[in-house]
């Protein structure tokens, strides 16, 4: 009790009313008050919380950006397999090839062949029989020629390259190409036919053992694009 008379009073109700509203502040929530500092406990579980949270973040990115890099490896990975599929229905070709020269199939393959094979040299008037490379074999096709124009100079009239399923071809000039000694290649007034007649040609060629044929890449006379045909008569 506060004596009124007393020339104090003000002083003690002014020192009351002070302690009143400290006291009122410190039953108050202590976040919002900067002389009530949390302890040390609280401190550390705040450094924890944000150490879990940066860890968090960092976690994410490097998610986020290995899952976007093996999105795009597997986006590549289809397109190249696309394009390989692409590339070998087109390098499976077809049974016939029309051109302006005629007409090109396949009717008969020896793989390996057995047959005597030379590249044309000869000594003592007698072809010099060839062997194949190490590691490679000799392999035959015979195609069915029909000529379309009103004379076929040089049947097929065209070049033929052997497409291989490693990626590689195989391809000769008529002056260098292997062929058979029984079958040896024809020139001049002998190698000549008439519209619609029909002449078989044999086209031998050296290959890898681990390579196997896909397809005939046919080049014919005046055509810049080729044709294919398909490598299924066995």
């Known amino acids: 009790m506060v004596n009124g008379d007393s020339k104090y009073t003000p002083l003690a109700e002014e020192f009351l009313e002070r302690e009143l509203e400290f006291q ?119 195609v069915n020629f029909q000529c379309s124009l009103s004379i076929c100079d040089e049947p097929p009239h065209a070049n033929l390259t052997l497409m291989l399923n490693d990626g590689t071809s195989r391809q000769y000039t008529s002056s260098s190409r292997p062929f058979f000694v029984e079958h040896p290649p024809l020139s001049g007034e002998l190698n000549r036919v008439a519209g619609g007649q029909n002449q078989h040609i044999w086209f031998v060629f050296e290959v890898s053992r681990s390579a196997s044929p896909v397809s005939l890449r046919v080049t014919a006379e005046g055509q810049e694009e080729p044709q294919f045909l398909s490598w299924s008569v066995r």
């Open 24 to 142: 009122r502040q410190l039953d108050e929530d202590p976040d919002h008050h900067f002389w009530k500092n949390p302890t040390w406990e609280k401190i550390l579980a705040q450094k924890y919380w944000l150490l879990g949270l940066i860890l968090s973040l960092i976690m994410g990115i490097t998610f986020i950006n290995f899952d976007k890099k093996r999105q795009e490896e597997f986006q590549l990975e289809v397109a190249q397999v696309h394009a390989t599929q692409t590339e070998e229905a087109r390098f499976a070709g077809q049974k016939i090839v029309e051109y302006d020269a005629g007409t090109l199939s396949i009717i008969n393959v020896e793989d390996p062949t057995n047959r005597s094979v030379t590249f044309g040299r000869v000594e003592n008037e007698e072809y010099i029989l060839a062997t194949p490379a190490s590691g490679a074999r000799f392999l035959a096709v015979q």
